[in-house]
Antibody, heavy 123, light 110 residues
Framework: EVQLVQSGAEVKKPGESLKISCKGS????????IGWVRQMPGKGLEWMGI????????RYSPSFQGQVTFSADKSVSTAYLQWSSLKASDTAMYFC????????????????WGQGSLVTVSS | QSALTQPASVSGSPGQSITISCTGT?????????VSWYQQHPGKAPKVLIY???NRPSGVSNRFSGSKSGNTASLTISGLQTEDEADYYC??????????FGGGTKLTVL
């Protein structure tokens, strides 16, 4: 069974750094892209970007380029999302998601979601 | 890169059918057959309902169906049930090997 287990809720102050995690199991972690999705309080889903754990190839959505960093550690089947200096506007639920391929090998969409990690940034 | 356009809300009575539209451009919805639909109940992670325009994962009711015409994709829910009350999001593959969501649609079952 495919599972994505995310790290727990975090409460941070503005300016602090943070790294949250998403551990994959039940599939070949290095051969499927992982996506990150933000959901601000009471708002919709936003694609932040995707990372390929096999070689750490990353693609950031324009709104998030330079604001966050994706990484992955193949040895522990875990993807990470990190901030170097948090802002109050980073307060949100963050989901990781496993992306699937179609029969032709093209990335086709999400087939599994993590449970979400709530990040609260407040002074 | 703007979000895909969905109606903010739709409603229907139990047993009825509703359709939610999702309009993009030729760079996303119109250019690829990689439209997905997700259901999200309050406080929960999204759930995949439809992938690759009109495919259902195993375990998803056949009351949910998807289609696409040009730059607009659609999700139809037939035989509405009270548990279908939730937020629904479309998503499409887009250029530069990335994805984009719609703004979301709140479904109310009256």
């Amino acid at each position: 069974e495919v599972q994505l287990v995310q790290s727990g809720a975090e409460v941070k102050k503005p300016g602090e750094s943070l790294k949250i995690s998403c551990k994959g199991s039940g599939y070949s972690f290095t051969t499927y892209w992982i996506g990150w999705v933000r959901q601000m309080p009471g708002k919709g889903l936003e694609w932040m970007g995707i990372i390929y754990p096999g070689d750490s190839d990353t693609r950031y959505s324009p709104s998030f380029q330079g604001q966050v960093t994706f990484s992955a550690d193949k040895s522990v089947s875990t993807a990470y999302l990190q901030w170097s200096s948090l802002k109050a506007s980073d307060t949100a639920m963050y989901f990781c998601a496993k992306l699937d391929f179609d029969s032709g090998g093209m990335i086709s969409g999400v087939d599994s979601w993590g449970q979400g990690s709530l990040v609260t940034v407040s002074s | 890169q703007s979000a895909l356009t969905q109606p903010a809300s739709v409603s229907g009575s139990p047993g009825q059918s509703i359709t939610i539209s999702c309009t993009g451009t030729s760079s996303d919805v119109g250019g690829y057959n990689y439209v997905s639909w997700y259901q999200q109940h309050p406080g929960k992670a999204p759930k995949v309902l439809i992938y690759e325009v009109n495919n259902r994962p195993s375990g998803v009711s056949n009351r949910f169906s998807g289609s696409k015409s040009g730059n607009t994709a659609s999700l139809t829910i037939s035989g509405l049930q009270t548990e279908d009350e939730a937020d629904y999001y479309c998503s499409s593959y887009t250029t530069s090997i990335n994805f984009i969501f719609g703004g979301g649609t709140k479904l109310t079952v009256l």
